[in-house]
């Protein structure tokens, strides 16, 4: 069966710090990956999406950025952390949009 | 105008309570439905899938697509605290694409003891 994870469960990060959350699917082979955002009481807020190893689009321009550097990796990375960077970060695979995705636990990550 | 609209609540209930979640949505490509569950803290998981217009019942759970009307629902029948979490609606179009799936904001669900 296939499973994701995805790590650290909480992070709290100073403004200006780097980040560096990784997400990973067993199970699949070519899954598409998706990063989201969840703020406090808010939607799901997609901010990234990969169908397959180095294909990566955008949907939101800010300081985040993503890469795929194996077929069942996704990381999602800042150089320099904001206060508004902080929220539920979410990962999830799928094998087509149309069949629902899987997510991961998330990661709450804190700026200060 | 969003392409999903969903009531955010909060909604609270009595248990035993019979629940309705509803979504709205603009763009007839849309084919498949679904439901995610999502307790304080955790990911949503997928609670139910529907293709098309009609009914799926799973358990306690009830989901509705209406296609005419652009209108789906879950119900939940005899509500139990452990039910108290976020909901989100989810629907995506016919293509394969990785992009199409939309989702709504989701309706906070709290049932009370």
């Known amino acids: 069966s296939q499973t994701i994870h995805q790590w650290p469960a909480t992070l709290v990060q100073p403004v200006g710090s780097p980040l560096s959350l990784e997400c990973t699917v067993e199970?699949?082979?070519?899954?598409?990956l998706y990063w989201y955002r969840q703020a406090a009481g808010r939607g799901l807020q997609l901010l990234f999406y990969s169908v397959g190893i180095g294909q990566i689009s955008s949907e939101v321009p800010q300081n985040l950025s993503a890469s795929r550097p194996q077929d069942r990796q996704f990381i999602l990375s800042s150089k320099k952390l904001l206060l508004s960077d902080s929220g539920f970060y979410l990962c999830?695979?799928?094998?087509?949009?149309?069949?629902?995705?899987?997510f991961g636990s998330g990661t709450r990550l804190t700026v200060v | 105008q969003k392409e999903v609209e969903q009531d955010p609540g909060p909604l609270s209930v009595p248990e035993g309570a019979i629940v309705s979640l509803n979504c709205t949505y603009s763009?007839?490509?849309?084919?498949?439905f679904m439901w995610y569950r999502q307790y304080s803290r955790k990911g949503p998981e997928l609670l139910m899938y529907t293709y098309s217009s009609g009914n799926k019942e799973d358990g306690r759970f009830t989901a509705q697509v209406d296609k005419s009307s652009k209108y789906i629902s879950l119900f939940i029948r005899d509500s139990q605290p452990s039910d108290s979490a976020t909901y989100l609606c989810a629907m995506s179009g016919a293509s394969g694409s990785a992009r199409q799936l939309t989702f709504g904001s989701g309706t906070q669900l709290t049932v009370l003891p």
């Open positions: 199970g699949t082979s070519n899954p598409n």
């Open positions: 999830a695979w799928s094998a087509a949009a149309n069949y629902g995705y899987t």
């Open positions: 763009n007839s490509a849309f084919q498949y």
